[in-house]
């Protein structure tokens, strides 16, 4: 079992960048795939980027390939997903999860954290 805690989000004028950080806990951290997924007020829960065990393999959705990054750092049980070039639209509450399988589905993912909020005023 691992618990993620989210960190970094915060309010930023469009154009401007964030990293979002999500700490795990426990000693498995690399036995895990990493996503990021957002959910904005209304909407369903979606994918932003998933990273493999080793942090070799990244796959982003449409949205946002090009402007974000996702990256882990496995001694420090850590993954990141830095924001870069952010539009009013990436407003929403980030969530880091964890599985057991490349995916970028919500219900693929086993362990979320509780999000942090991104606001990107225009």
């Known amino acids: 079992q691992v618990q993620l805690v989210e960190s970094g989000g915060g309010s930023v004028q469009a154009g401007g960048s964030l990293r979002l950080s999500c700490a795990a806990s426990g000693r498995t951290f690399s036995r895990y795939v990493m996503g990021w997924f957002r959910q904005a007020p209304g909407k369903d829960r979606e994918f932003v980027a998933r990273i493999s065990w080793s942090g070799i393999s990244t796959h982003y959705a449409g949205s946002v390939k090009g402007r974000f990054t996702i990256f882990r750092d496995n001694d420090k049980n850590t993954v990141y997903l830095h924001m870069n070039s952010l539009k009013p639209e990436d407003t929403a509450v980030y969530y880091c999860?964890?599985?057991?399988?490349?995916?970028?589905?919500?219900?693929?993912?086993?362990?979320w954290g509780q999000g942090t909020q991104v606001t990107v005023s225009s």
């Open positions: 999860a964890a599985g057991s399988n490349l995916n970028t589905v919500v219900a693929a993912y086993d362990y």
